[in-house]
């Protein structure tokens, strides 16, 4: 490593103080409600993953799924699935053979949670989208809106639910971390809040500039997520979508949803004007007629 | 900082939609009010409306000067005068601020009182001579007696006449009184058709059409001038 | 009055429910048997989960019952918002003859499919969660448009409701529902701009996963649009197949204003596809796609639009010239295709485009599809044959109408009267 725990402390003490003063600058749209609350996220640095599967297996066995029986294999991409959460995929890059973890991405402004017509997905305060049994009809619109294709259902269970990570939320209520970072043995998982991982991840790429490809994942993409990716190499050589552009998902649907109250409003005016003027007319032309007649 | 707290770029969507649900239903009430109009044809069928000859009480017994007044000699000698039915369903209601104190003495001809509406006045005159032995003090505080009741209660003065017999000679009674209030109400359209052609208020709410009938409290709807050339042509007869 | 009709109302029920016409039609035959295999597959579907009965995947989440039923379905009952439209805002009564039967085929339309997309959620039971207010998705244009569903279904029924009071006799209750219909119009036209454009709306955050070609931000309006001309097309279609099959319960205005009617829908028809050919080149334009047209993805969007939307328009405006009814039946089931082609390209078949492999559903999910239709197709069988929606209203309907104008006729007269003293 090329910074050491000293510097490292002074980074993020200096980092935290400039990010406060110029909190107090941002503006927020009128329409948009804001919390104190801020986000935890979690960092993954490629270059430190060894591929072990200790976090699929963390994974497993804390939320009771089957533990995976096969290592990634090269190039081979293997999906998250309604048993399994968290994936380790491997690529042969032009850095050598790298490790990728694919898993919910846990974004600041997710489309499953606005597609989501029960609130059954929901995005809380604290950063982990999390799936709510009680709510959820299974009508798997957040499966449509998910730019990753995240939510998994269980279509062989009369009683389905949907699997996908929840960055162990229950356990970050009460302090702890989520079981995959807690488990890593080299530490290639971070847990803590969006705005330090961020800076803890852009000290990493400017200590070492040859070593990381000079952009973290998640940063901006999709509006921002909660899993933060730094790598080796280019991430479309780690099999991860480039095309997902930087605005958040629900703001594609803003324009539409914008627009209902006014239609409501407008339609019902315009028509019965319509409908007043047309009758006045039909009105008229048969005094008319009778006056003729 | 954007993109470490939570934002929700629809939060205000359930406001906004009870906001409409309440909008609709407020159309509607809306809507319905802008349509109300009261149409010509209503004003013709309000029941008080329309001031025919059948509408006017002529009671038999009392003499009616052609000034629109009426008197009536009681058993006791006092002659009762007040202002008759058609006058009073031409002005509408008015009030009456002055009136003579028992005691005065008055000729045929001399102003009995002041009716008023909204600033507009009639001069009352007298249609005998005599003594004013009573006003109806009830008048000041009613008075809508004068509208409902221009017969009885609504009477105006109690005169001791000094020359019954020859100044009601020339009065009309009974049927002559009848005859006489239909063509009057004629000769009061004939009035209101010149009138308005000077005045020019909307014809509509008086009228209706030629040979139409007229709509009742007529005078009130119409400004001062025409109230004092209906003084000139009705109300100002020295007979 | 009703309580003379109480011991009669039952009486009368019985005999209604007895069917009337042949039971062993080829029809009803193929009718009760898919839909007897239909409720075969679905209690299993019910039993064992969704996977054993639809071909979804993780990657391809909705299968042929929200896809075809909900969102292709729906738009053909588009019809009623553009002849109630035409009927009773701008009071065209050329239309009338076909508005009952009309609102009659939407309003089961929503009800079965709207039934059709109970049975493609994973938990029907929840469903009432975004309705009774657990907890309302208000961001989610599902829940938009299933809130939407409900209440059109709720206005397409009080729009139906005078033929229902005619039916069964109820006169007040027909003078009152009457004098609703104007407003619960309104509201529907409303509604129905919302979530013809809102099922439209469904496919807008998925953005990465449909092909450029078919995917715009102008989707719900292009929805929209297009919802007008496929409900028109199924109106032309469904008149067409009436006139043969329920012409013992037409009554004789029905069918001679047929052809007029046709000929009129046509020709809107046709004008309607001009402005979403229209609308298409311009989103095309917007999204810069003539990068795509030299692929197979290109072809394909050729094949859909050229065949099927510029060859129906052509069809329509050329069988309205020449008065041909043949030319116009031809175009209203191309125009149909079309539809049918254009949702599913976009909801299936461009949908995750760039994976191998083409996505089908199982012949169970084909069936059950199927047998929601032919439901449908049974309850407007019994409707029609029953309910005065081809025939003329009752006498009693007509004869107060008449007793109406005459007093009318007669009040005006006497005010008359009055003026002229």
Redesign the interface.
Known sequence: MGIDRRGFLKTIGVAGAA?TV??SF?S??E?????????YGILYDSTLCEGCQSCEFACAEKYELPFPTEAPVPDVIKKTSDTQRVVINTFNTSKGEQFIRTSCNHC??PACA?ACLTKAMY???EGPVIWRADKCMGCRSCMISCPFDMPKFEYNNPNPKIQKCRMCYEQMKNGEKPACVDVCPPEALLFG???DLIEIARTRIYSEPEKYHHAIYGEHEV??TGLLTIASVPFEELGMRKDLGTTSY??YN?TF?YSV?AV??LW??FL?GLN?SFLERKKRIKQEKEDNS | ??????????????M??L??IG??IL??IF?RLS?KQVSL?KQ??QVIG?L?ANVLRIPQGLFYSRNHTWTHLEESGAARVGMDDLLQHITGQVRIDKLLSPGEVIRKGDLLTEIEQDGKHLRIFSPISGTILDANSELAGSPELLNQDPYREGWIYRIKPSDWKKETGSYYLAEEAVNWSVKELERFKDFLAVSMKKVAPEPSLVA??D???LRDNTLSHLPNEVWEAFQKDFLDHNS | MNTIQQPGFFKFMMNELKPKGKIITPFNVIAGFTILVAAYILFFRFKDGLGSVIHASQDMPWGLWINFNVITGVAFAGGAFVVTFMVYIVGMEKYRPIVRATVLYALLAYMFYAGALLLDLGRPWKVINPIIGNS?G??SVLFLVAWHFILYMGSLFIEFSPTITEWASLKKVRKYVVNLTL?VVI?GIALSTLHQSGLGALFLMAKPKIHPLWYSEFIPILFFISSIFAGLSLVIVMETINQRVFKNDMAFSFKSSHRGIMMSLARVCGVTMFVYLTMTILVFLHGKNYTYINTGWGAWYLVEIVGFVVVPCILFMFGYNRRNMLLIRTAAVMSILGIILNRLNISTITYHWYDKGFHYPTWKEVVVSAAVIFVQILVFRWIIRRMPVYRESPGWVTAKKENQSSIQKEERSK?WK????
């Open positions: 990010l110029g909190k941002a927020s749209p329409t948009t409600t804001k919390s104190d609350t801020e986000f600041n402004e606005s995005k809380t305060a809040k969006r705005r509006g921002g629900p703001e803003k949803l109250p409501l409003v019902p005016a019965l007043n | 900082m954007e993109g470490f707290s939570r934002v929700d770029i629809f939060d205000t969507k359930g906004e939609y906001f409409v909008y609709l159309l509607i809507w349509t044809g013709i069928k329309v025919t209706l059409q040979g139409g009938e | 309302f208000l961001s407003g509201f005010s009055v003026l002229a003293e």
